[in-house]
């Protein structure tokens, strides 16, 4: 149930990795959690653990799950338990372009610090 979330997400991020293998890295990791609304709604994870803190990702819920609120529940509820555990801080990355995502992230106490960009760096051009 969770490794097609996986791929999913994946192919929205423009991520290569395998999904059946990413699954079961999170899983067995224990760093990979699930949202329940009379079964599976949404996933939520973290990663990046440092010695103050850790970062929350992984959000996912699928299309015609959206809009109810799980993602919130989800995130809101795996970053207090990452605080509890003793986490200075828990961090996210977001999508600038997206209004309802920040909003949310936002309303549940995460706060804007930077933007951030991602480069791809390739080899040099061949010549030929």
């Known amino acids: 149930m969770l490794t097609p979330w ?11 990795r395998v999904a059946s293998d990413l ?3 999170r899983i067995q990791k224990g760093n990979l959690f699930v949202w329940e609304d ?3 709604v949404s996933m939520v994870g973290w ?3 440092t010695p103050s803190g850790v970062r929350v990702n992984f959000v996912y ?19 207090q338990r990452l605080l509890d555990q003793g986490n200075r801080y ?17 309303r549940i106490g995460y706060r804007p610090i930077r933007d951030a960009a991602l480069y791809r760096i390739t080899g040099p ?3 030929g």
Request: one cysteine or more; hydrophobic letters at 40%; aromatic letters at 6%.
């Open 6 to 16: 996986v791929g999913d997400m994946l192919a929205l991020i423009g991520d290569s």
């Open 23 to 25: 699954t079961l890295e």
């Open 38 to 40: 009379g079964g599976p």
């Open 47 to 49: 990663t990046g653990k």
């Open 61 to 79: 819920t699928p299309a015609a799950l959206r809009g109810r609120g799980y993602a919130t529940a989800a995130v809101a509820a795996l970053s």
């Open 90 to 106: 828990c961090c996210l990355y977001t999508d600038l372009a997206n209004p309802t995502s920040n909003a949310i992230y936002q």
């Open 125 to 127: 051009a061949s010549s």
